[in-house]
T-cell receptor, first 111, second 113 residues
Framework: DVKVTQSSRYLVKRTGEKVFLECVQDMDHENMFWYRQDPGLGLRLIYFSYDVKMKEKGDIPEGYSVSREKKERFSLILESASTNQTSMYLC??????????FGPGTRLTVT | QKEVEQDPGPLSVPEGAIVSLNCTYSNSAFQYFMWYRQYSRKGPELLMYTYSSGNKEDGRFTAQVDKSSKYISLFIRDSQPSDSATYLCAMKDSGAGSYQLTFGKGTKLSVIP
């Protein structure tokens, strides 16, 4: 079974803090993704990576950065958290882009 | 026009009913069609995917793609309370450098015992 784990299920941070969300997959997948999910807006792609040290912007990269130093780990960084970044953050990995396996999600609240 | 349209529901059916979930799309380049199921407070899980047109069956689930109408469906037979979840359709074109899925916003399904 594919396993995608995320570092926290729930996180509360203050405005202006730097926030790190970690994602680890155990299936040697090339591709990894970060999404956010908001009511009424659905899933929106923030960043993705198709290889170690490679990254590409998705639809809503502003205010975020990513890091992929090892194949199994993909980190999402909120440089200076703002209240409009309160959301559910979902990481996914995939051997092929159409076959994505999601982690359990991190519900981030920025106050 | 949004690329993928999906009725958000909620859809409420009695146990044992046949459920039909649908998405329409506008991009004729889409070739991969996926259905994901998401339980409350969990990440989506891939249910099925279909390449190009046609039907695919997996147990009580059948995915159907009609590219001429730009319409995809997921049928659930003999629905169970455990099928209560949000169902997301997703699509992708076949381009080699294409890494993004386009998701519908999901339909929330409740199966009442």
């Amino acid at each position: 079974d594919v396993k995608v784990t995320q570092s926290s299920r729930y996180l509360v941070k203050r405005t202006g803090e730097k926030v790190f969300l970690e994602c680890v997959q155990d299936m040697d997948h090339e591709n990894m993704f970060w999404y956010r999910q908001d009511p009424g807006l659905g899933l929106r792609l923030i960043y993705f990576s198709y290889d170690v040290k490679m990254k590409e912007k998705g639809d809503i990269p502003e205010g975020y950065s990513v890091s992929r130093e090892k194949k199994e780990r993909f980190s999402l960084i909120l440089e200076s958290a703002s209240t409009n970044q309160t959301s559910m953050y979902l990481c996914a990995s995939s051997p092929q882009v159409h076959e994505q396996y999601f982690g359990p999600g991190t519900r981030l609240t920025v106050t | 026009q949004k690329e993928v349209e999906q009725d958000p529901g909620p859809l409420s059916v009695p146990e044992g009913a046949i459920v039909s979930l649908n998405c329409t799309y506008s991009n004729s380049a889409f070739q991969y069609f996926m259905w994901y199921r998401q339980y409350s407070r969990k990440g989506p899980e891939l249910l099925m995917y279909t390449y190009s047109s046609g039907n695919k069956e997996d147990g009580r689930f059948t995915a159907q793609v009609d590219k001429s109408s730009k319409y995809i469906s997921l049928f659930i037979r003999d629905s169970q309370p455990s099928d209560s979840a949000t169902y997301l359709c997703a699509m992708k074109d076949s381009g080699a450098g294409s890494y993004q899925l386009t998701f519908g916003k999901g339909t929330k399904l409740s199966v009442i015992p």
